[in-house]
């Protein structure tokens, strides 16, 4: 049973779409988290949820909207999708409110966009 | 100044030798320490935390924290080429509501054979 699941693992698509990834896991975390890692493979956060709420929403084009309709499922919707919106995504998990438990984050195997 | 600054690579070892992996931090809040690695292709994965100064240890891995010098190492005894991955490290501030969990942008090491 996977903990932390993601779909699609490969995304193509032309410039100008629209596209979601969405997210899901089992493990019954509090908190779930967008990162973005592009090709260099830097590993850049993007948002966070904590039982369904935004805590962290970091300096990342409108055209991305996060969406989590109940603690256990993050989705991730791309608008007008641009070149430089290729890269892995990955979403994560952890026990939030822990300070020694949060931070300990378990991630799903990403979703590689390519967008042409 | 950059959160987290980790040792540029790449970083080559032979097999067998101990591998150094650095990192420095700009928070003097943080508390908790943590290490992932990433093989190419794959996700990152957790390998090491540490909340305390000093050494912990685990097999071949031991992690070194002082929060002092705010820095935090990671020290691979008898590299294997399994062990050739990037490595990133991850501090965390004790006052975050659920953790804005921020990675340096890793140090990939290659083990030789």
């Known amino acids: 049973d996977t903990a932390v699941s993601q779909t699609p693992k490969y995304l193509v698509t032309q410039m100008g779409n629209d596209k979601s990834i969405k997210c899901e896991q089992n493990?019954?975390?509090?908190?779930m988290y967008w990162y973005k890692q592009d090709s260099k493979k830097f590993l850049k956060i993007m948002f966070s949820?904590?039982?369904?709420?935004?805590?962290i929403n970091e300096t990342v084009p409108n055209r991305f909207s996060p969406k989590s309709p109940d603690k256990a499922h993050l989705n991730l919707h791309i608008n007008s999708l641009e070149l430089g919106d290729s890269a892995v995504y990955f979403c994560a998990s952890s026990q939030g409110r822990s300070p020694s438990g949060a931070n300990v984050l378990t991630f799903g195997a990403g979703s590689r966009l390519t967008v042409l | 100044q950059k959160e987290v600054e980790q040792n540029s690579g790449p970083l080559s070892v032979p097999e067998g030798a101990i591998a150094s992996l650095n990192c420095t931090y700009s928070?003097?809040?943080?508390?908790?320490f943590f290490w992932y690695r990433q093989y190419s292709g794959k996700s990152p994965e957790l390998i090491m935390s540490?909340?305390?100064?000093g050494d912990k240890e685990d097999g071949r891995f031991t992690a070194q924290l002082n929060k002092a010098s705010q820095y935090v190492s990671l020290l691979i005894r008898d590299s294997q080429p399994s062990d050739s991955a990037t490595y990133l490290c991850a501090p965390r501030p004790f006052n975050t509501n659920a953790g804005k969990s921020t990675f340096g942008d890793g140090t990939t090491l290659t083990v030789k054979p």
């Open positions: 928070d003097r809040g943080s508390q908790s």
């Open positions: 540490i909340y305390s100064n």
């Open positions: 493990l019954g975390h509090d908190t």
């Open positions: 949820y904590n039982n369904k709420e935004l805590i």
